[in-house]
Every structure is written in C-alpha cells, then in structure tokens.
C-alpha cells in the first residue's frame, strides 16, 4: 500500500541515471520526498525536475520536496560531511537505497588495471558501507528506518571475466546480510534487491562509452528497465512495517 509511503523521505545514490533516476521519480508519484544524490550534478538536477514534475501530476499533497546533492560515494570525506549539505527540512531520513554502482573491465584478471579494481570496491562496497554508516544511528534514534542495497545476481554467481565486480556485488550480499541480522529486534528493516539484466547506462558506463558495444549486451533478450526495479524498491519499501523483505531476486524472462 504505497500511501505508506506518504511524506516520508528517501536518500537514493547513484540518481542521475538508470534504476536510481528510476526510484526517485516512483518515490515522488508515491508522495515521498526525495534527496537524490550522484556525481554529475546537472543530470541530477535533471531528474530533481522530474521528480517534481512527478509529483505535481500524481496531485499528492504529502512529499514534494527534492534536493540534488552531488556526491561521490567513494570519497570518504565528502560523505562525511554529506549530511550538512542536506536541506533541514529533509534531514529527517526514513529510507535509503544504495544504488551507486558500476563494472569495468568484464575481462581476465590480468588485464584489469589497478584504477578499476579499486574504483569498483571504493563506489560498490566502501561507498555503499559509508554512506550506511550515516544513518543506523538516526534510524536507532526515530525507532524506524529502511536500508535498501542493490545487489546483482553477480553477487550470487561468479563468471569468466566478472572478477572484480562479482567480488564487489558478493562483498554487498554479505554485508547486508549481515546488516539484517544485526538489526533484528529492532523495527529497521534491511532489503537487498538483485537484479538480473537492465538496461541502463550500465553497459555503456562498462564500455567506456562504446554505443555499439552497449547495445551488443542486449542482442536477443528483453532486457529489465530501470522503471522495473524501482517497482521493485519501492513495493519492498512499502510493506507494512512488520515485514521486512529481505531480498528480491529478478530476472528477465529471457536470461537464467
Ligand atoms: P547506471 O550506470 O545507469 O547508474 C549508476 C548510477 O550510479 C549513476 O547514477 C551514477 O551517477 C552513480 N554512480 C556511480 N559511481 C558513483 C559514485 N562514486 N558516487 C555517486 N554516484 C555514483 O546503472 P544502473 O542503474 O544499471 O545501476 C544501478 C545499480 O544497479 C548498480 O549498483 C549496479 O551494480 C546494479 N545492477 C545493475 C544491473 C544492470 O544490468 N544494469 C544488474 C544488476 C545490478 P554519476 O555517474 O552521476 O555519479
């Protein structure tokens, strides 16, 4: 029943694009309210703008609010003092989805350089972990909470070529998994949300911008959209609060 979700407030990283643009546009047609949160802070305003164009069409009274933050997750002094950059009327955070996450180079071990190795564990896992670390307390605090953290079936699976990011996504599983267990008894809830394939800029951010190569990953298969996940976050966001979905595991009916 999405008017539970009615006035609360939403921290989504990774926003600008894909499954991330994706939830903070269906928190805001739910009535939430949005702090989104990305790097490339034009694109994000962007999607701040649809939010609120979201919003406005639903003709919801609750919610309305959005803030675009840049920030980079990796960078561990910038989410430190992320919280003061948050308007105070949104500092009161109910929800948190960790979707800031990407792949590079899907090849041998070998050949993938030092940067992308410690990039993708700096955003998928460190990132991911910090950004976490801001809110258990503030949850504790207000007695409610939800942590939501995009995992991938790469973290259930391991494949030729998926090294790095299969080590980052099954680091993600493990933490929350951990994270759950930790927070029992308590009314914060923790979900993981494993995506099969989706098309977003995903591919192309994995390409390194190659277009054609992008789309190559698509060949014969329909593959999820971003509006499909965020479906996903927020019916899991949306359960009565004692039930706690504690993962969701989709596939495109094509790919097993
Ligand atoms: P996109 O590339 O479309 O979106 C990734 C988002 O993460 C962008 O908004 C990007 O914004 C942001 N991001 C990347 N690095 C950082 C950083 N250091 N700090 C802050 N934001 C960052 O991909 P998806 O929407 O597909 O991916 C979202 C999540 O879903 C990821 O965790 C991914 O691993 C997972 N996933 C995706 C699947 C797929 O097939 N697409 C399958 C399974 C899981 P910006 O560049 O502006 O910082």
């Given at each position: 029943?999405?008017?539970?979700?009615?006035?609360?407030?939403?921290?989504?990283?990774?926003?600008?694009?894909?499954?991330?643009?994706?939830?903070?546009?269906?928190?805001?047609?739910?009535?939430?309210?949005?702090?989104?949160?990305?790097?490339?802070?034009?694109?994000?305003?962007?999607?701040?703008?649809?939010?609120?164009?979201?919003?406005?069409?639903?003709?919801?009274?609750?919610?309305?609010?959005?803030?675009?933050?840049?920030?980079?997750?990796?960078?561990k002094a910038q989410v430190a003092g992320f919280l003061e950059k948050v308007p105070s009327d949104l500092r009161d955070?109910?929800?948190?989805?960790?979707?800031?996450?990407?792949?590079?180079?899907?090849?041998?071990?070998?050949?993938?350089?030092?940067?992308?190795?410690?990039?993708?564990?700096?955003?998928?896992?460190?990132?991911?972990?910090?950004?976490?670390?801001?809110l258990p307390s503030e949850f504790k605090k207000k007695q409610a909470g939800h942590v939501i953290n995009l995992g991938?079936?790469?973290?259930?699976?391991?494949?030729?070529?998926?090294?790095?990011?299969?080590?980052?996504?099954?680091?993600?599983?493990?933490?929350?998994?951990?994270?759950?267990?930790?927070?029992?008894?308590?009314?914060?809830?923790?979900?993981?949300?494993?995506?099969?394939?989706?098309?977003?800029?995903?591919?192309?951010?994995?390409?390194?911008?190659?277009?054609?190569?992008?789309?190559?990953?698509?060949?014969?298969?329909?593959?999820?959209?971003?509006?499909?996940?965020?479906?996903?976050?927020?019916?899991?966001?949306?359960?009565?609060?004692?039930?706690?979905?504690?993962?969701?595991?989709?596939?495109?009916?094509?790919?097993?």
């Amino acid at each position: 029943n999405a008017t539970r979700l009615l006035g609360k407030t939403v921290l989504v990283t990774g926003a600008s694009s894909g499954i991330g643009a994706a939830t903070a546009v269906l928190f805001a047609k739910a009535g939430s309210n949005v702090i989104l949160v990305a790097r490339r802070a034009e694109i994000l305003k962007q999607v701040a703008d649809q939010c609120l164009a979201a919003h406005k069409e639903s003709g919801l009274s609750q919610g309305g609010k959005f803030a675009a933050i840049q920030l980079d997750v990796s960078d561990k002094a910038q989410v430190a003092g992320f919280l003061e950059k948050v308007p105070s009327d949104l500092r009161d955070i109910d929800i948190l989805v960790n979707n800031a996450g990407y792949v590079l180079g899907v090849e041998h071990v070998g050949n993938i350089n030092e940067a992308d190795i410690e990039g993708m564990f700096a955003t998928n896992v460190l990132g991911l972990i910090s950004v976490t670390q801001l809110l258990p307390s503030e949850f504790k605090k207000k007695q409610a909470g939800h942590v939501i953290n995009l995992g991938s079936i790469a973290g259930r699976e391991a494949y030729a070529g998926g090294s790095i990011y299969t080590a980052t996504k099954h680091a993600v599983r493990a933490f929350t998994g951990s994270l759950l267990r930790e927070l029992v008894n308590t009314p914060i809830r923790v979900t993981e949300i494993d995506p099969g394939m989706v098309e977003t800029e995903f591919s192309l951010v994995r390409f390194r911008g190659d277009t054609a190569a992008a789309k190559k990953v698509y060949d014969g298969i329909q593959p999820l959209t971003g509006h499909d996940i965020a479906e996903e976050i927020v019916w899991a966001a949306s359960r009565p609060p004692h039930i706690n979905i504690a993962e969701v595991l989709v596939y495109p009916v094509n790919q097993a």
